[in-house]
């Protein structure tokens, strides 16, 4: 990783999250009350108003929902990665439980396509934190 790129601030809210993915786990946030899971955290359930909240680690194992294919070097800290890709992926584990990430490896950003089944994948950033990203699955 480039050391200009910007710094997640964990607040009270999301250092759960980073703290699992320094473990290199991935969590969203479960309603106690009706079990819906959240990303990004929120302070109270979205869809039964229960402010019990608690972590749950998913898979990591989704779809690309959406994608946009970044050319620009303008964006501070990833001037030097253009061509990338940046993915919202919608998880496994339940319809609209989206994460935002990059899509990393090999792949020519030409092939990249809605539907594209992708993992989570930790990369080490060589500063106090992990940041999960994504890789396509490989199919046999």
Do not use: K
Not at 58 to 77: D, I, L, Q
Not at 91 to 107: A, F, I, K, S, Y
Request: hydrophobic share 40%; aromatic share 8%; charged share 25%.
């Amino acid at each position: 990783m480039t050391a200009n790129r910007p710094i997640p601030v964990p607040t009270p809210l999301t250092a759960g999250f980073w703290d699992a993915a320094r473990e290199r786990r991935l969590v969203v946030r479960e309603c106690s009350g009706c079990g819906r899971l959240f990303h990004p955290p929120p302070s109270q359930c979205f869809a039964c108003g229960s402010s019990a909240m608690c972590w749950r680690e998913v898979t990591g194992r989704g779809s690309v929902a959406e994608f946009t294919v970044m050319y620009s070097p303008r964006v501070r800290g990833f001037e030097d990665a253009v061509p990338y890709v940046c993915v919202l992926v919608e998880l496994d584990e339940q319809p609209e439980l989206m994460l935002v990430g990059n899509l990393l490896g090999d792949r020519p950003v030409e092939s990249v396509r809605i539907g594209l089944r992708v993992r989570t994948r930790f990369v080490d950033t060589g500063q106090d934190y992990v940041l999960p990203q994504f890789e396509a699955e490989v199919t046999a």
